[in-house]
């Protein structure tokens, strides 16, 4: 061959003195291989001519009336044009992975064997019929969109690679990329999509295949049932992915201050949501137990406390003063109503404080006299009693005018005199303890202690005032 000969002379696998040269490359000889090709890269051998014929290559060759060397040998007599190289890697590529070479001239091989053996098998089967029967029929679905193409391929693999077609990590293909296809055979592939959610405020990621945006969050056993969800439920899922959003159905009871707890189905995911979504609004003093960023779940209970403060106006009656005066002809401790008078009225003002629609606090602010009172007026007696009936009386009031009397509480007698208030009137001179004195000792022993108290009943203070003495 000569220079101007290199990409359109014939070729023979089997000639040491052929070489190619690829596009934009350097000339490559086949007597002074490239180092990393393997020992009998370009030639042909029974193994290819099997592998291109697949597993109906018997059948083919038998058909053809041929064997596998006989058609070795009728490619190589034939004038056959070599397709060029297109695609050999650089010399950057090729010393990263030396490998990658290799495969580009055992792809490229592979396609030029397949054609040399259907230009022979052509010319010798009358009509073509064997070379025919190795164009296959293949339906590829991807994602439900079927089309059919036509391959002299053998596996899934080769045929998806003659089409361009790459299979994703997280695809899903059937059959497996090895498996042998036939004529009328069918392949599916099932795009894998990214779908990053966000269920109830929880992230999470996952591979779902070609479906909709409802069956993905079925597949991934997310509730959809009442959920609320940021794209439409029938909505395909896109190839390259989506984010989505989820508000899960939830069954909680709501407790509103006084009012009656009510049961809800929320999609909310906080409480601070809930009260938005029912347009409740809080006051001032109004409060959420454990706050409104509390995450929902189905059984919660909201419980919200509800303080208001009002300030209320109310009508009270203003009691009458009392006017009283003293008649030195009535006995002392003796009174007369002589005009009842007549209640007065004024306007109050309270702040009330009310939780839970019970009053808890109320405070007077304020008030103003609509109607002044009418005073009561008494009369109270001035007269001196004996000191006999005063005691008398004052024992009544004390024991129940029992001078006798020891009940164990630490008072004795008529006029319960303690033991040490007894003894320090001189009242032992008379008896060991007041009860068992007579009443007149008793009545000696307190007129001591009353003049000592400046002629005041002062040891005596609840009877005292009841009786109305000094």
């Known amino acids: 061959m000569t220079g101007s000969d290199r990409t359109a002379a014939p070729y023979d696998f089997n000639d040491d003195t052929d070489w190619f040269t690829p596009v934009g490359g350097t000339a490559v000889g086949v007597a002074d291989p490239h180092p990393s090709f393997p020992a009998g890269a370009l030639?042909?051998?029974?193994?290819?001519?099997?592998?291109?014929?697949?597993?109906?290559?018997?059948?083919?060759?038998?058909?053809?009336?041929v064997d596998v060397d006989e058609l070795i040998r009728l490619i190589n007599a034939e004038t056959t044009i070599m397709p060029l190289l297109l695609f050999l890697p650089s010399e950057e590529e090729e010393q990263?992975?030396?490998?990658?070479?290799?495969?580009?001239?055992?792809?490229?091989?592979?396609?030029?064997?397949?054609?040399?053996?259907?230009?022979?098998?052509?010319?010798?089967?009358?009509?073509?019929?064997?070379?025919?029967?190795?164009?296959?029929?293949?339906?590829?679905?991807?994602?439900?969109?079927?089309?059919?193409?036509?391959?002299y391929e053998g596996?899934?693999?080769?045929?998806?690679?003659?089409?361009?077609?790459?299979v994703g990590e997280h695809d899903a293909l059937s059959p497996s990329l090895n498996a042998p296809i036939s004529d009328g055979g069918k392949i599916t592939l099932d795009r894998g999509r990214l779908l990053k959610m966000s269920v109830d405020g929880q992230a999470r990621e996952d591979w779902v295949r070609s479906v909709t945006v409802d069956e993905?969050?079925?597949?991934?056993?997310?509730?959809?049932?009442?959920?609320?969800?940021?794209a439409p439920a029938g909505q395909d899922v896109p190839l390259k992915g989506m984010n989505l959003e989820v508000k899960t159905r939830k069954n909680i009871k709501l407790f509103d201050g006084a009012n009656a707890p009510r049961e809800l189905q929320t999609t909310a995911v906080t409480v601070d949501e809930l009260l938005k979504n029912e347009n409740i609004q809080l006051g001032a003093e109004d409060a959420v137990a454990n706050g409104t960023e509390v995450k929902l779940a189905t059984g919660a209970e909201v419980y919200i406390s509800r303080t208001g403060v009002t300030v209320i106006n109310v009508n009270e009656p203003v009691a009458p003063p009392v006017e009283k005066t003293n008649d030195p002809n009535m006995n002392a401790g003796q009174q007369t109503v002589t005009d009842p008078g007549v209640p007065g009225e004024q306007v109050s003002t309270y702040r009330v404080t009310v939780k839970n629609g019970k009053?808890?606090?109320?405070?007077?602010?304020?008030?103003?006299?609509?109607?002044?009172?009418?005073?009561?007026?008494?009369t109270v007696g001035t007269k001196p009693l004996p000191d006999g009936e005063v005691w008398d009386r004052l024992a009544k009031c004390e024991a129940g005018g029992n001078w006798a009397i020891n009940t164990g509480n630490g008072y004795y007698g008529g006029l319960q005199f303690s033991a040490s208030t007894w003894a320090s009137n001189g009242g032992t001179q008379y008896a060991a303890l007041p009860h068992q004195a007579t009443r007149e000792q008793q009545i000696a022993t307190a007129t001591r202690l009353r003049d000592r108290a400046g002629g005041t009943y002062a040891a005596w203070p609840g009877c005292r005032a009841k009786l109305g003495l000094p």
């Open 216 to 230: 993905a969050a079925k597949q991934l056993g997310v509730p959809t049932e009442g959920a609320w969800m940021s």
């Open 96 to 151: 990263r992975d030396p490998q990658v070479l290799v495969e580009a001239v055992s792809s490229w091989k592979r396609r030029f064997v397949k054609g040399a053996i259907a230009a022979v098998l052509v010319s010798i089967s009358g009509g073509g019929v064997t070379a025919m029967a190795m164009d296959k029929s293949v339906a590829v679905d991807i994602d439900g969109a079927t089309s059919t193409v036509h391959s």
């Open 155 to 166: 596996t899934v693999g080769e045929v998806l690679a003659e089409e361009g077609i790459v």
């Open 359 to 378: 009053e808890i606090s109320r405070e007077k602010i304020g008030g103003k006299v609509t109607k002044e009172p009418k005073p009561k007026k008494i």
């Open 43 to 65: 030639s042909i051998s029974p193994a290819d001519v099997l592998e291109v014929l697949g597993p109906d290559a018997d059948e083919l060759l038998a058909t053809a009336n």
